[in-house]
Structures are given as C-alpha cells and as structure tokens.
C-alpha cells in the first residue's frame, strides 16, 4: 500500500481497522519528503522529530481502544505564514529565520487539539506577496507536473507538497488568490473560504480585511472533512462569526440537482486561454449532467477589481509590515552598532524583507499619505463596495458562479520575475471573491498538455457547503 497517495477519509478508516499504524504513515511521508523536496523546495522546516513522537502518541491511543478524533494522526503541512507552537516558522523572510513561535494560530492549534500531525512548514512567497512562489528568500518552488513552471503563488509550497504527496493535506491563507492559484497550478483542490469563517489569529497579516486561513487538499471530500474542524468563531479574532458550522461531509451527500449555477461574462472575456476555456466548460457540463441549470450573468465592476486589490492590499500591508523590525522577535542586524536604534531598523529590514516586500510597503506608504489617502486608498474601498454589491445581486438570481481560476497556463520559472505588473494581472480572476468577501474553491478540471487547470466556484457568504457541493460533482461526472 502507498500510504502517502491515501486520501484523509482513507488515512482515518486505515488507522482505525490498524492496517498500518500511525508511525508508519509518518515514516513514509518523510521518507517522499527527503526524496523530492530537493527538487521541488516545497518545504522551508521538517518537523521530523515531532512528527514521529506524535504519531507514537496516536499509536498508543490506538492500542488501548480509544476513538480518533476527526483528522487525528493525519500529517499535514502548514504554510510558513503561519505560526507553530515550537516549530520554526520564517515567512518565507530572512527577518523571521530565527523565529520559533510560542504559541499556534488558531486554526492550527484546532487541528493539533484534534491530533492532527503538522510535519513541516511550507514554502511560500513571502509574507504572501507573490502569485509565483518566486519572492522567496529561500528560493522558489516548482511545480511537480514540470519544473521548468512555477507552483502558483503565495501559498505554492503548500500546493506542491499535496500534488506530489508529501503530505495528505495542507494549510494555506489566501488575500488575493493565494490559495486558489497555486491549487489550479498544482492540480489540487484549494479552498477560499468567507472572511470571518475562519480565524485569522496567528497568521502573520497581509492585509487584514481580505486574509483567509484554508485548505489545500487532494479531493473536495478531504476539504470538507478539514472546514469541519478549522471553521468558526475564536475570540482572539473578532472578524470571525458565531456561524453554525455544518457537516460539510454530509452536506456533499446533498448533490446539486436544481442548483442555478451563473457564468459571469466578465470572467471568459478576452485573453483567456482557449483551452483553459474548453477545460472549465467541461466542468460546466458536468455539472448540468448532475442536474445543475447554468445561465449567464453580469458582474459589471470586475474590470475594477485589480486596481482596486492593488492599492487595498499596500495600504494594509504597509502598516502591518511595520512590526518586523528586528528587535522584539526575528533576525538583528547591527553591524557593530546595537545602540543607534534607527540604524538597526533600517539594516534589519533592508538586509531581511525581500524586494516585493518593500515595493508594497512603499506603494502603500505612498497611497496613504496627506493628500493622497481620498485619492487611492478611499475610492478603492468606495469602488470595493460595489464590487461586494455586484455578488449580493448575482446571488439572488443563482447559488452559485463558475469561472477560470486563472486565464492561462502556469508560467516559467522566472518568465515575470522582472515584470510586477503582469504578476499582479495573473491574480486578476481570484481577487474579486477575496475584495467581497465570499468564499471561493478552485477545483481541477482537466490538463493542457501535462499541466492542469482549475475551474473557480465561488458562492455567497457562508455558503461553502454550497461550493463543496458543486465542486464534488465536477470530479464524479468528469
């Protein structure tokens, strides 16, 4: 048996008719790890001491006949945006090569509580500045379908471990795309979820009112089985709402027959790749094949939507950037002098935050500055509400949206590192969903060649067992 191809459905029957035992599990994934990391760089930290020590753990719950939690003795990886109790975590950043957090974002102390077996941190553009995976300073991640490609940024590592089965499923965040991209790039199925749906404490900030904490997986079933243990309410977060959290594996059970499912124009418009186009209407297929009806809609503002992302997204960024400054936490550097405080701030953070990092802070300084706050940052948020009110009325006509995740094929490895603006364009199909605030789950729908694609299904908010739902039918029909 190939433990690391198991699904987590799979992992959590195997473990309890003890086909294999938790340890075993473990030693498999580390052992895939030590054979293709090398190659891909997905992972920046290995936990392979801990990693072993719980699986013990599980292994001896298991002996003595006590039930496994949801997700127990599954190992996962963590993208390195987010901190772990004793268990480096860099940002992908030079400043934060030292830093062992003492405590667990919420998300992952969830899943730890439940048993859950981190076995390492991923790589990741850094800070999540990055639709490439390019902008780390740990180097870049491949994609495991063709090297010669990137993995899809930020969240790309994450993407890469599941892909190539270094481990069963990933934690990602996604501001803009982050989760979606890297998943329709590595053929893995990514999930956006609603802000507030779940906590954002402990994932170092990008910017604040678009971050989500979410899956990465290898089926739609896996990341319904990880939503049932990471969603709701936390107190260190207080964008998260007292939402129910459904059984989001029995709502799959559900199907989508009579579901009214909209295409939006805006999202098949001019420069999207024509066999990218023919991969996702095969997915719309398979979903009127499984009773859905499809008809096409309007979101008028879209065309606003990168411009809009990329003067929000500074403005935060550049103000939460602003706690890494080599003195309470992360790497120094004082060249001699400790006592000249401004000196060791501006070496600490020219020397440890990558040049992406510093073009947004300084786009973001810029847009925020007198005069220029009503000009960029207030008529972005202005033109962001009528983006979200383009959602609210298309979600009285339909329950759902299906468009591209991404308007091409994965690029070469280094082909837009010298280009922002084109990297910034690459998020153009996914930011929409994180400016409105709903949730959104890229889905692979076929290949072009050896490199996957990846339908996007985007729902109102709160409303992912009505995504997870269509994005199950897309894989049993296609």
Known sequence: MNLQNLTISAVEKGLRQKDFSCAELVAAYLARINERNQDLNAFITVAEKSAAEEALAVDRKIAVGEKLQPLEGVPFAVKDTLCTHGIRTTAAAKILDNFIPPYDATVIGKI???????????????????ASNENSDYGPVKNPHDPAKVSGGSSGGSAAAVAADLCAYAIGEDTGGSIREPAAFCGVVGLKVSYGRTSRYGCMPMASSLDTVGPLTKTVEDAAAVMEVIAGVDQYDATTLPEAVPNYRDELKKGIDGLRIGLPREYFAEGLNEEVKSCVMKAVAACEQAGATVEEVSLRHTKYAIATY????????????????????GARVTNGDSNDLLRVYTQSRASGLPAEVKRRIMIGAYALSHGYYDAYYLKAQKVRTLIKQDFENVFEKVDALITPTYPGLPFGIGELVDNPLAMYLADVLTVPANLAGVPALSVPCGKVGTLPVGAQIIGPRFKEDIILRIGRAMEREM
């Open 112 to 130: 730890r509580d439940n048993g859950g077996i981190v076995i390492g941190k991923n790589n990741c553009d850094a800070f999540g500045h990055g």
């Open 310 to 329: 990329y003067i929000v997204v500074p403005c935060e960024d550049s103000s939460n950037m602003a706690r890494y400054d080599g003195l309470r936490f």
